[in-house]
C-alpha cells in the first residue's frame, strides 16, 4: 500500500537523463500489486495515478496524509477502469458492477469507497486516476456502450486503431478529468500517431494487454528531443504538458489514457508529424 509523490521536472533538466532517472520520474511500474491499493500523487496538476487489486477481502479508499484532507475525494473526482475480473464497487452506499473495461466516475464529496473482487481467484485490476475538482459531479458507471468512438489510423501506417473516449464532456460531466480505452488492430503497433503535445493538460498512459513476452516502447520529450522508455504489461506513464505520448509495441495491445488541466476539449492538441519530430 502506498502514495509516491512525484514532482514535476523541466525540459531542459529531462535533456540530460540518463535511463535510470528517465523511468524514476516518469514510469510507474507498481500499479497492479495483489491484495493492495498502490497510488502515484504527480505534481503534474496534483493527477493521481494508480490501482487496487482486491482478492479475498475488501479494500478500502483511504484518505492520505499528503491530501490533508478528511477523506479521498473531498476535493476531488476520480475515473476508475477495470483491467480485470469482475468488480464490485461501493460508494457512499450505492453498488456499481464494473466488468472488464468497464469504467466509474466517482465525483468530488464521495465519502465512502470500497473495492471488491467478485471472484478472489479472478481479481479486479481496477485503474484507477483522480484530478483535483472543486464541484461534484454525478457518480457514473459507463460501459463501451456508452462510449464516444472514433477510428483513426490505418493498417499501412501500422497504426489503426479504436479510440473509446469514456469520460469525456459528451459522455459525464466531469471538472477536470478525462479518460478513455485505445485499441490498437492486430498488425498495428502505434498509438498516438501522428503525435501530439496540449500544453494545456498533463495526460497518464496505462498499457494492458501486452503479451507476455512482448512490450511498448513509450516514446516522450519535447517534440524536437524525444526520449523512450521500454514499458512491460500493466505498467504506467506520466506524460508533462509539454511532452509528446505514443508508443510503438513489439504486438498490438491496448492503452488507458487519463488527463486533466486546463481544458475538457480532447481535440486541443498540436499535432506533429512523423517526419517532423527529432
Ligand atoms: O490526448 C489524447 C490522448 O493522447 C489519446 O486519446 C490519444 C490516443 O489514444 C491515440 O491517438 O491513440
Ligand atoms: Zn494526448
Not at 525540459?11 to 507498481?30: A, C, G, N
Not at 471488491?116 to 484507477?128: C, Q
Not at 478513455?180 to 498509438?191: C, E, F, R
Request: aromatic share 10%; charged share 25%; glycine share 6%.
Amino acid at each position: 500500500m502506498s502514495l509516491e509523490v512525484r514532482y514535476a521536472v523541466h525540459p531542459e533538466d529531462v535533456k540530460s537523463y540518463d535511463t535510470t532517472r528517465i523511468r524514476k520520474e516518469f514510469l510507474i511500474e507498481k500499479v497492479m500489486v495483489p491484495g493492495e491499493i498502490n497510488l502515484v500523487y504527480s505534481f503534474y496538476d496534483r493527477y493521481i495515478v494508480g490501482g487496487a487489486v482486491p482478492t479475498d477481502k475488501p479494500i478500502k479508499l483511504d484518505t492520505y496524509e499528503e491530501l490533508k484532507a478528511e477523506y479521498f475525494l473531498a476535493r476531488r473526482e476520480m475515473g476508475i477502469i477495470n483491467v480485470g475480473g469482475d468488480a464490485k464497487i461501493t460508494a457512499d452506499g450505492v453498488v456499481y458492477e464494473l466488468k472488464y473495461k468497464e469504467a466509474l466516475y466517482l465525483g468530488q464529496g464521495v465519502k465512502d469507497v470500497v473495492f471488491e473482487s467478485v471472484e478472489a481467484s479472478k481479481p479486479a485490476h481496477l485503474y484507477i486516476n483522480s484530478a483535483p475538482a472543486h464541484k461534484a459531479f454525478p457518480s457514473k458507471h459507463v460501459t463501451l456502450g456508452d462510449a464516444n468512438v472514433l477510428q483513426l489510423g490505418s493498417l499501412e501506417t501500422s497504426n489503426e486503431r479504436q479510440i473509446n473516449q469514456l469520460i469525456v464532456k459528451e459522455v459525464v460531466p466531469t471538472c477536470q478529468l478525462q479518460m478513455g480505452m485505445t485499441a490498437l488492430q492486430p498488425g498495428s503497433v502505434w498509438n498516438t500517431m501522428p503525435a501530439h503535445t496540449h500544453n494545456r493538460r498533463m495526460e497518464a498512459y496505462f498499457y494492458f494487454e501486452v503479451p507476455e513476452s512482448q512490450a511498448v516502447c513509450h516514446f516522450m520529450g519535447q517534440p524536437d528531443e524525444t526520449r523512450h522508455i521500454w514499458m512491460k504489461n500493466e505498467e504506467a506513464v506520466l506524460s508533462p504538458s509539454w511532452s509528446i505520448h505514443s508508443a510503438a509495441g513489439t504486438s498490438n495491445y491496448i492503452f488507458i489514457w487519463g488527463m486533466a488541466g486546463e481544458n475538457l476539449d480532447y481535440g486541443d492538441m498540436d499535432v506533429r508529424q512523423p517526419n517532423e519530430l527529432k
